[in-house]
């Protein structure tokens, strides 16, 4: 092996102005949304942990630093060995604060160059793979990208980037996100060992991936836990077990074991999180977040660990309620009726689902009686959410993480008569008013995923209550040629409604309201464009819509007797419009007022 040069170097140093190339074999981009929201969180809470009110930009300089492990590059042409996921996510977080400081008329001066660099007048990404152009492109200018024909890596980048708008903490505001710019570029640190070679820089990552310190904390944690059975015969058994009932996790989910350990550890045993403030100190929860095998070891009191046999009967919980996690990421991936909460939820992207449904789950419960406790949790995780969202409220990781915390200890390992009861306290608390919320609610870029499967849920309510199989999946479904997108009503010429609507923003305040939206599919959505709504109503009445889009029109009501026996068994002003206005919209709004309470409600915690 030839010289291997080893050094410190922060995220600037390393990627302004600066290609790197990845090579065919080793391109694919795999991070899930798991990864960016663990990413994010250790970078922000570390920023903030520095961070005090009132700090300066230049004060940053004193804050401290973050260590993003190591990356081997290789040869001239600076191929990644190791590292490119990390790269790859680092990028995708640049262009969204770069994106974001675009919206707020700022700008940070070396955020493009690390993005991307010129050479001979022509710009490329600094990670330069040629099929992820388009794709860079667009998210780069923060525009939509269709992913419908693209490959996987391709795929992923896109729905990270999506990731990260969507779970980047408000803790972070437009006030401080240049001091976060600062601490990114300038207090992140890699060790770049930079081989001469390719072969020699493939022979430094299996060494450095093939010592005994690689060692995850899954292992770590079996080799523990296995150490303290004192008969060969039942830890040889035991060790079987752990593989049939762990290690198989991982066969559908990159580091599903290790993920589901967290999620159980946090759900049946964490009693301490890490308070909101500088300087605070890593708790039960945030400890569980990292090498968790050493948290089992130094709180085996509080998991009742220790007999041998206390030890044998702590594994076998794990098999158990590791079956129950593959149960809740099933029904998080395939629509199923009997699940169909979690599969909601999921769509939502809704991190702390699995710790929340495990938390009442017993060793001794029955699979009826866990598909019960899931359910009753998953509805109220399911109103939990629209209750924060029609409120304008984020539910992103940092933002509910210790309400979450609080209402996982609280359900924690409960009989189904007291997780009712403890859900509807819950519930209660959440002072959820559809008449209060609704009206105000409009299509904008924090609501627009919701609002979106709100009109795909009280849709596939009403298909549900009239004995037609419930299509939510397929108006969620993004992955299609023409998937379903939100429709506006008014078409955007405020030229044509100056008789009605004071000014632009008058008109725009009401076209954006939930009452005047509909679902409609892409094409359609697009042929519509410029069309006014008498023309438009033909299309929403015809077979290409669906049942509440097509409820504009009188063919609806007709030779339809399920539909119209929902809307007099539940008083519904259903009506059809042959024009539409701001009086329409109003009563389009108060419509979907008195499906909000027939859809989302605390009825099955009576």
């Known amino acids: 092996m030839k010289k291997i040069e080893g050094s410190p170097k922060n995220l600037k140093q390393l990627l302004q102005n600066t290609k790197y190339s990845i090579h065919y074999y080793q391109r694919e981009y795999m991070w899930q949304r798991k990864h960016i929201e663990e990413l994010i969180d250790d970078l922000t809470s570390e920023f903030l942990d520095n961070y005090n009110s009132g700090d300066s930009r230049l004060q940053v300089a004193d804050y401290g630093t973050y260590f993003m492990g190591s990356i081997v590059l290789a040869g001239r042409e600076n191929a990644i060995i190791d590292g490119q996921q990390r790269f790859s996510s680092l990028t995708l977080l640049l262009m969204y604060l770069n994106n974001r400081l675009k919206t707020i008329g700022q700008s940070y001066n070396m955020i493009e160059t690390m993005i991307f660099s010129e050479s001979f007048g022509t710009k490329s990404f600094n990670i330069n793979v040629d099929d992820r152009q388009e794709c860079m492109n667009a998210i780069f200018n923060d525009a939509s990208f269709d992913t419908t024909n693209c490959n996987e890596?391709?795929?992923?980048?896109?729905?990270?980037?999506?990731?990260?708008?969507?779970?980047?903490?408000?803790?972070?505001?437009?006030?401080?996100?240049l001091h976060f710019c600062d601490w990114l570029a300038e207090k992140v640190f890699f060790i770049e060992i930079v081989a001469t070679t390719?072969?020699?820089?493939?022979?430094?990552?299996?060494?450095?991936?093939?010592?005994?310190?690689?060692?995850?904390?899954?292992?770590?944690?079996?080799?523990?836990?296995?150490?303290?059975?004192?008969?060969?015969?039942?830890?040889?058994?035991?060790?079987?077990?752990?593989?049939?009932?762990?290690?198989?996790?991982?066969?559908?989910?990159?580091?599903?074991?290790?993920?589901?350990?967290?999620?159980?550890?946090?759900?049946?045993?964490?009693?301490?999180?890490?308070?909101?403030?500088?300087?605070?100190?890593?708790?039960?929860?945030?400890?569980?977040?990292?090498?968790?095998?050493?948290?089992?070891?130094?709180?085996?009191?509080?998991?009742?660990?220790?007999?041998?046999?206390?030890?044998?009967?702590?594994?076998?919980?794990?098999?158990?309620?590791?079956?129950?996690?593959?149960?809740?990421?099933?029904?998080?991936?395939?629509?199923?009726?009997?699940?169909?909460?979690?599969?909601?939820?999921?769509?939502?992207?809704?991190?702390?689902?699995?710790?929340?449904?495990?938390?009442?789950?017993?060793?001794?419960?029955?699979?009826?009686?866990?598909?019960?406790?899931?359910?009753?949790?998953?509805?109220?995780i399911d109103v939990f959410i629209i209750s924060r969202v029609a409120n304008y409220k984020s539910v992103d990781y940092n933002t509910i993480k210790n309400a979450v915390f609080n209402i996982t200890k609280d359900i924690r390992m409960v009989d189904v008569a007291t997780l009712k009861k403890k859900l509807l306290l819950q519930f209660n608390k959440l002072t959820f008013d559809p008449e209060s919320v609704v009206p105000d609610l409009r299509l904008n870029s924090f609501t627009k995923k919701y609002i979106k499967n709100i009109l795909a849920r009280v849709t596939g309510y009403i298909e549900e209550s009239i004995n037609?199989?419930?299509?939510?999946?397929?108006y969620m479904n993004t992955q299609t040629?023409?998937?379903?997108?939100?429709?506006?009503?008014?078409?955007?010429?405020?030229?044509?409604?100056?008789?009605?609507?004071?000014?632009?923003?008058?008109?725009?305040?009401?076209?954006?309201?939930?009452?005047?939206?509909?679902?409609?599919?892409?094409?359609?959505?697009?042929?519509?464009?410029?069309?006014?709504?008498?023309?438009?109503?033909?299309?929403?009445?015809?077979?290409?819509?669906?049942?509440?889009?097509?409820?504009?029109?009188?063919?609806?009501?007709?030779?339809?007797?399920?539909?119209?026996?929902?809307?007099?068994?539940?008083?519904?002003?259903?009506?059809?419009y042959p024009s539409f206005g701001k009086t329409e919209i109003k009563e389009r709004t108060a419509l979907l007022v008195d499906l909000f309470k027939l859809v989302w409600n605390g009825d099955m915690f009576i």
């Open 481 to 576: 040629k023409n998937p379903l997108e939100i429709e506006h009503i008014l078409t955007d010429h405020f030229e044509w409604f100056t008789d009605e609507y004071s000014d632009q923003d008058d008109f725009k305040r009401w076209r954006n309201s939930i009452g005047a939206l509909l679902l409609l599919h892409k094409s359609i959505n697009a042929s519509l464009n410029d069309s006014k709504y008498e023309y438009k109503l033909h299309t929403y009445c015809s077979n290409e819509g669906n049942i509440y889009t097509e409820s504009l029109g009188s063919q609806a009501y007709q030779n339809n007797p399920q539909f119209q026996k929902f809307i007099n068994d539940n008083s519904l002003d259903f009506k059809a």
């Open 153 to 177: 890596s391709v795929k992923n980048l896109y729905g990270r980037y999506l990731d990260i708008v969507d779970v980047f903490p408000d803790d972070i505001q437009d006030s401080i996100l």
């Open 198 to 380: 390719e072969q020699d820089a493939h022979k430094v990552f299996v060494s450095m991936n093939d010592r005994g310190l690689s060692l995850t904390s899954t292992e770590m944690l079996k080799g523990y836990l296995l150490s303290e059975i004192k008969v060969d015969e039942t830890r040889e058994k035991l060790n079987s077990f752990w593989k049939e009932k762990i290690l198989e996790l991982k066969k559908d989910e990159d580091k599903g074991d290790e993920t589901f350990i967290k999620v159980w550890l946090r759900a049946h045993y964490a009693d301490t999180i890490r308070e909101t403030k500088a300087g605070a100190v890593n708790k039960d929860f945030d400890i569980i977040g990292g090498p968790f095998h050493k948290w089992v070891r130094d709180e085996r009191d509080k998991l009742g660990l220790g007999t041998s046999e206390d030890f044998e009967l702590l594994i076998r919980k794990m098999g158990k309620l590791s079956e129950v996690y593959k149960k809740i990421r099933s029904a998080e991936t395939i629509y199923s009726e009997e699940t169909k909460y979690v599969y909601y939820n999921a769509q939502l992207n809704f991190t702390f689902q699995a710790q929340l449904l495990l938390a009442p789950i017993c060793f001794d419960d029955s699979w009826p009686v866990i598909i019960e406790k899931m359910n009753l949790t998953a509805r109220f």
């Open 468 to 474: 037609v199989a419930s299509n939510y999946s397929d």
